[in-house]
């Protein structure tokens, strides 16, 4: 009769040997080499972030990609143990896809639950369809990556908009200066996507549809963080961001 118990028998043996992360896992060491505490640092890091990430309600919309998230969460929890931002909303932008895409997310870290997901434009010689440069420099017509800080809002050329402050040296903390805000435009639409095959481009800014816009910078405004994620940057962990 044993036999018929048999599959039962080997699935449980086989699953004894599998490796199933526990959310609450934790890399604990006794070692001293910094090389070893570095590697442990981030292991922990990654388990926490799985663990938030796990956690978020994504509603109708879709989970940024745990990268590009992952990232994103670091830099934020830098930033509001530093006091930088009080405003505890998640802006995360990936330019590592299309602008065909959904490829910007607002999170509300207080409930973990994805608030907008929206199109959004890259600069115009960051790249066409894809963004694939970068810049710091004015008239550059470039976007810039990294972490920023959300700050007041105006009324400017393209209506209501809202400032924003880099706050990575040499990577976006010519923003101001740039006037790199986030505004709404109209080539930012399904249906200029229709009639070009891609998004409009802006001069730098992030720019999202006009049907939101005015919505989403309400809910980000006045020192939330906001990141711009490419992968062929290579982020590490930082004591500080700001300089």
């Given at each position: 009769?044993?036999?018929k118990?048999?599959p ?5 043996a ?7 992360p526990?959310?609450?896992v ?8 910094p ?7 981030k292991a ?8 938030v ?10 989970l ?9 969460f670091e ?6 143990n530093?006091?930088v ?5 998640l ?6 896809l299309?602008s065909?895409q ?5 999170i ?6 994805i ?15 894809f963004a694939?440069?970068f810049s ?11 972490f920023?800080?959300t ?6 050329k393209?209506g209501?908009s ?5 706050v ?6 010519n923003?101001r ?6 505004h709404?435009?109209?080539?930012v639409?399904?249906?200029f ?10 001069q730098g800014c992030?720019?999202v549809?006009?049907?939101?816009h005015?919505q989403?910078?309400e809910t980000?405004?006045?020192k939330?963080?906001?990141?711009i994620?490419?992968p062929?940057r290579?982020y ?5 961001l700001?300089?």
């Open positions: 009769m044993i036999y118990y048999l039962l028998l080997l699935l449980a086989f699953s004894s040997f599998i490796s199933i526990h959310k609450d934790e890399v604990v060491s006794t070692s001293t080499d090389k070893t505490l570095a590697e442990n640092a922990n890091w990654v388990v926490k972030s799985q663990l990430y796990s956690k978020i309600d994504t509603g109708y919309f879709s940024p990609n745990f990268e590009a998230f992952s990232k994103a830099g934020f929890e830098q930033l509001k530093q006091g931002i009080t405003n505890n909303i802006t995360i932008i990936d330019f590592s299309p065909t959904d490829r910007l997310w607002v509300d870290m207080n409930t973990q639950t608030l907008f997901q929206s199109l959004v434009a890259h600069g115009k010689n960051s790249g066409d369809n694939t440069h710091n420099v004015s008239e550059s017509f470039q976007s810039s990556l990294g920023y800080t700050a007041e809002v105006y009324q400017g393209h209501f809202l400032r924003l402050d880099g990575e040296k040499g990577i976006n903390d923003a200066n740039r006037a790199i805000v986030l709404g435009a109209d080539y639409s399904k249906k996507i229709t009639q070009h095959g891609r998004l409009g481009r802006s992030p720019a549809p006009y049907e939101i005015e989403l910078i980000i405004k006045n939330s963080c906001l990141f994620y490419h062929s290579n590490v962990v930082k004591s500080k700001v300089s």
